[in-house]
């Protein structure tokens, strides 16, 4: 009987240390929720989705936008001013040359098929 007992023990005193670790550690793990946000990229990456900005330009153009501030979700009429936006406030940066920047406007008009 006394090693039954001493099994019960075993198994019960595992479970509390298990627990008690396993709700210790989960405030200090990270969320991946918390690591990558689908607002933290402004919306950017469709700038990249539909060729206007290549991979080194998003990246920088986050960078810019994570120190200036977060833009919202918008309908596509609203995404398409807050695109031009953009390109402009990278143009008006020093970002874009005048050249650059109406190609990239270019290809924006195109895709929302604006004249």
Same mark, same amino acid.
């Not at 007992?5 to 198994?11: N, P």
């Not at 080194?56 to 990246?59: A, Q, R």
């Not at 406030?89 to 020093?94: I, N, R, T, W, Y």
């Given at each position: 009987m006394e090693i039954g007992?001493?099994?019960?023990?075993?198994?019960w005193l595992f479970v509390i240390i298990y627990f008690s670790v396993r709700l210790a550690i989960k405030p200090l793990i990270k969320k991946q929720e918390e690591e990558i946000k689908q607002d933290e990229d402004f919306g950017l990456v469709k700038l990249r989705d539909i060729e206007i900005l290549n991979n080194? @330009? $998003?990246?920088e153009v986050i960078k810019l936008y994570q120190n200036k501030g977060a833009l919202k979700k918008d309908t596509d009429n609203e995404k398409y001013q807050k695109y031009a936006g953009v390109l402009n @406030? $990278?143009?008006?940066?020093?970002y874009f040359t005048e050249e650059q920047y109406l190609n990239k406007i270019n290809k924006l008009n195109e895709y929302f098929n604006i004249d």
């Open positions: 007992l001493a099994i019960i023990w075993s198994i080194d @330009e $998003l990246e @406030e $990278l143009k008006v940066m020093g």
